[in-house]
Every structure is written in C-alpha cells, then in structure tokens.
C-alpha cells in the first residue's frame, strides 16, 4: 500500500514540477533574431601515425627474447620450431605426410558431411578461408588528387 502512495506522491512531485516549468518560461514579445551563421569547424588534429622504425622496433622486441638487443639464430627460429612441434604429432623429430596433412585432412573429413570421401560443390564451399578486410584507402583531398 505504501508503495503505491509513495509512486502517486512522486507523480504528483513531478507533474508539479512540470507545471512549474511551463508557466517559468519567458512568454514576452519574441524578437526575430538574425540567423545564425554556420561557424567553421575546427580542423581535427590529425593522430600520430606509428612509423615504419616503431613498427619495425616492436618487430625486432617480439624476436630478441632476452632483451640483449641482438636477434640471434635460435631467437629467430623459434618461432618456426614451434609450429614445427604442433606439426609433429608423435615427436620423433620428423615430418611425415600424414603430419604435415592433419590439418588439411581433418578440414576435408570436417566438410565431408555425407562421409563419401569426396566433396559435392556445398560441401567444397565450407572450406573457404575467412579472409581479414583489407584496410580501406586512406582518404585524399580532391585539390591534392
């Protein structure tokens, strides 16, 4: 019960409120104002742009592990030793077809719903590789292009 007088209390507060506003409101004579000019927007500073030596620093970061400042030979190559690992599913240190592929085979048995080892056009269409969206060009000043 006191919910619903509390609510009625609260919507009379505001309805008040309301009305207290509208009758506020200046109702003199209205002059006519001249119109108003459209303001010039201010040019937005343009973001820095990460250059080719940041991008090639942050590059070199992510190979020199231990931070000497030197990239060596095993630094470089681990990336590829291990995806070599994944690849090497039994771990005797050698690729065999099977292994270099699993990815590929599994991919082909995952599309081929009707499991009749070949692939009908609908089923060939689901191995398509989601491509990223390239970068759209950047925008160039008609007085420039």
């Given at each position: ?11 009379l ?50 190979y020199?592990?231990?931070k ?58 689901t ?19």
């Amino acid at each position: 019960m006191w919910r619903y007088l509390a609510g009625a209390a609260g919507g009379l507060l505001l309805a008040g409120g309301g009305v207290m506003l509208w009758q506020g409101q200046d109702k003199g004579p209205q002059l006519a104002s001249a119109p108003l000019q459209a303001a010039e927007p201010a040019p937005l500073a343009e973001p820095p742009a990460a250059t080719e030596k940041t991008r090639e620093e942050k590059r070199f970061g992510r190979y020199d592990k231990d931070k000497d400042g030197k990239v060596s030979r095993e630094e470089f190559l681990a990336s590829r030793r291990k995806a070599y690992a994944k690849l090497d599913s039994n771990g005797d240190g050698r690729l065999s077809f099977e292994e270099w592929s699993a990815k590929t085979s599994d991919r082909f048995a995952k599309a081929d719903a009707d499991k009749s080892a070949t692939l009908t056009a609908e089923e060939f269409a689901t191995t398509r590789i989601a491509r990223k969206t390239t970068r759209p060009a950047p925008c160039v000043p008609e007085s420039e292009g």
